[in-house]
């Protein structure tokens, strides 16, 4: 039976070392770092995540700041609230809560944000320093992943690493981290995805298996090999009776897995939790190297 890569427990700890960085901070009469989230729309699970945000923020000390938007909102209109969190000396970090209407176009958007405080890690100054093992903010999904199998003891060096989904916010990233020369890292990496036929052959050899694709109970226990880490990305809300009228779930078959797997991460309060507290760790390092921290 595998044993579980918990998330929600190591993302406490987490919260907790930042609470303690932060109380510092403050002792020393300097001000909380402050990140800043701009929502567009009001797409339910948007709202709800950058919520979670905010409620991260109040435990470990930051300030917190939402800039809400209509979906009818100009690309202009977004362009100029962005401009004026880059020139602010009060904010360290912000996101743009993603999808965005079809009226702006994500890659002006994500091009806008000064990367310095690009605390998402999706601008292309950051992804490349990334991919070429410099010190820059990490994408906050793969970070959390890395350090879940750091907190574990998960040996990668010399492992082959299966990743399922080739999206710049999990799979690319993770590709290229998990390749690294580091730990974790140094693993033979494989990057699959839904042109990739017989996904099965690949993923039945590797040691490590990562899945960001977003189908509900794809992997299954015929498709790893005894003892194999799975690392479940995914999570889809399915429609059910129960009190709450849905469940979530994984890419990953979870019961049928961890009769067959040495570790998993549960769905949830595997990797979710591990994203929101990347976001805390890269907003304090975005205070701390600020220019305006010096």
Not at 2 to 25: F, H, M, P, T, Y
Not at 82 to 102: H, W
Not at 132 to 152: K, N, V
Request: proline share 5%; charged share 25%; hydrophobic share 40%.
């Amino acid at each position: 039976m595998a044993k579980i890569l918990d998330g929600l427990k190591v993302s406490k700890e987490i919260k907790q070392e930042i609470r303690a960085d932060v109380e510092k901070i403050v002792a020393g009469k300097r001000r909380a770092p402050h990140l800043v989230a701009i929502l567009v729309g009001s797409n339910g699970a948007s709202m709800t995540y950058v919520n979670n945000k905010i409620k991260d923020c109040r435990e470990v000390g930051f300030k917190s700041s939402l800039v809400k938007f209509p979906s009818t909102v100009s690309e202009a209109e977004l362009l100029e609230k962005i401009e004026e969190l880059n020139k602010s000396k009060d904010v360290d970090g912000f996101i743009v809560q993603l999808p965005l209407p079809k009226q702006i176009d994500q890659e002006k958007i994500i091009m806008a944000i000064d990367p310095r405080k690009d605390v998402d890690g999706f601008h292309p100054e950051n992804f490349g320093k990334m991919a070429l093992e410099m010190d820059t903010f990490l994408p906050a999904t793969p970070f959390g992943i890395l350090t879940l199998l750091e907190r574990y003891g998960i040996e990668t060096e010399g492992k082959h690493c299966v990743i399922i989904g080739r999206s710049r916010i999990v799979g690319k990233p993770m590709s290229i981290l998990m390749g690294r020369k580091h730990f974790p890292g140094n693993s033979t990496v494989t990057l699959t995805h839904s042109y990739t036929p017989h996904i099965e052959k690949f993923t039945h050899h590797a040691d490590i298996v990562i899945t960001a694709l977003g189908d509900p109970n794809f992997l299954k226990a015929d498709m790893i090999k005894k003892g194999a880490v799975i690392i479940d990305v995914g999570i889809t809300r399915i429609t059910n009776d129960s009190e709450k009228g849905y469940e979530l779930v994984g890419d990953v078959d979870f019961e049928s897995c961890k009769t067959k797997a040495s570790w998993i991460t549960p769905v949830p309060g595997g990797v979710g939790p591990m994203t929101r507290a990347m976001l805390m760790k890269n907003t304090l390092l975005a205070y701390k190297t600020s220019v305006y921290n010096d």
